[in-house]
């Protein structure tokens, strides 16, 4: 299926207007999702409720507002909020460049792409081209939906991601939880040194790691699909905290650890790569069709 663009934005790069389209980075659909229901198989549907004459508010009646104090509240009718989204600008402001790792990762939110649209390939390519020789990336301004936005653009193999930012009062400081500052002996740095070389790869690589909760949970619903007993997986075991008495030893031990099991883990990870192991499915709604349908109970009109 091909991909499907969220907007159409021009990149402003100096006298230079780019035409781009937008897209989704990541996919969050893959979370696996649990409807509700009733004791007798019926699927609920949910309602509001006005908190003065506790009587359903059909969605027609409903209406937007603005609690600026308490439990007192600015209107804003359909037309107004739609004139607000209009306000949003197509234009993508390029403001300045910094380097590529210049931008602390804890203002990082959401993530996409963002390709060119028609007779936008050439000067598309050239601003890529430029970024990656100098190792720049882009910092732009955005206004969408009511709301400005901050982004980086950065080139990567293929194309620019289009990383939608945090404003700075938008992440907290580390500083307000007041974390200790604890000496550590030479003899302790240098074994945490050599840990962390033992299991220091050159890069992330997403495709060597599965998410496992979401498999287990998909295996307990093809395990109630086929009438089995789910089993609950044996609790792992934590060892307590502030009991680790010498801390040289303990740093020892996991290095000794590291080296018995870093080939096995290998081992594994390329085979995962290589997709020896079974895939996770992306959705559990494959076997969905051997359950026999719940019948459905009519509606009781009031």
């Known amino acids: ?14 006298l230079v207007s780019i035409p781009v389209k937008l897209y989704t980075a990541t996919d969050s659909d893959s979370a696996v999702r649990f409807n509700l ?21 059909p969605r027609e009646e409903m209406v937007k507002g603005y609690e600026f104090e308490k439990d007192q509240f600015v209107i804003f009718s359909a037309d107004e909020l739609k004139a607000l989204e209009e306000g949003a600008s197509h ?25 060119p649209d028609k007779r936008g390939g050439k000067p598309y390519s050239l601003l890529r081209a430029a970024m990656a020789k100098t190792g720049q990336c882009a910092i732009a301004k955005w206004a969408a939906k009511g709301k400005s936005h901050m982004v980086q653009i950065r080139p990567i193999e293929g194309g620019l991601v289009f990383q939608q930012l945090l ?4 992440v907290r400081s580390i500083v307000d ?3 200790e500052e604890v000496a550590v002996s030479d ?4 074994l945490a040194i050599q840990l962390i070389e033992q299991a220091s790869e050159d890069h992330y690589d997403a495709s060597q790691y599965r998410d496992e909760e979401r498999q287990r949970v998909l295996s307990a619903i093809d395990a109630k699909i086929a009438g089995k007993q789910i089993v609950s997986p044996e609790p792992v ?3 307590p905290s502030g009991q680790v008495i010498d801390l040289v030893e303990a740093l020892k031990k996991s290095l000794s650890a590291g080296k018995r099991t870093a080939p096995a883990a290998k081992t ?8 020896e192991s079974p895939a996770p499915r992306k959705s559990a709604k494959r076997t969905a069709s051997t359950v026999a349908a719940i019948p459905k109970r009519a509606a009781k009109k009031a």
């Open 1 to 14: 299926m091909a991909a499907r663009s969220l907007a159409s934005l021009s990149l402003s790069f100096g």
């Open 37 to 57: 229901l009733s004791k007798e198989g019926s699927r609920l549907k949910q309602q509001y409720v006005s908190e003065q004459t506790r009587e359903v508010v």
């Open 91 to 115: 234009i993508v402001e390029i403001v300045a460049f910094v380097p590529e790792k210049g931008v602390d990762p804890i203002y990082y939110d959401k993530t996409y792409y963002i390709a």
């Open 167 to 170: 404003f700075a009062d938008e």
């Open 177 to 179: 939880l007041h974390v």
């Open 187 to 190: 003899a302790e740095l240098k």
């Open 237 to 239: 075991e934590i060892s």
């Open 268 to 275: 594994a990870a390329v085979k995962a790569a290589a997709g």
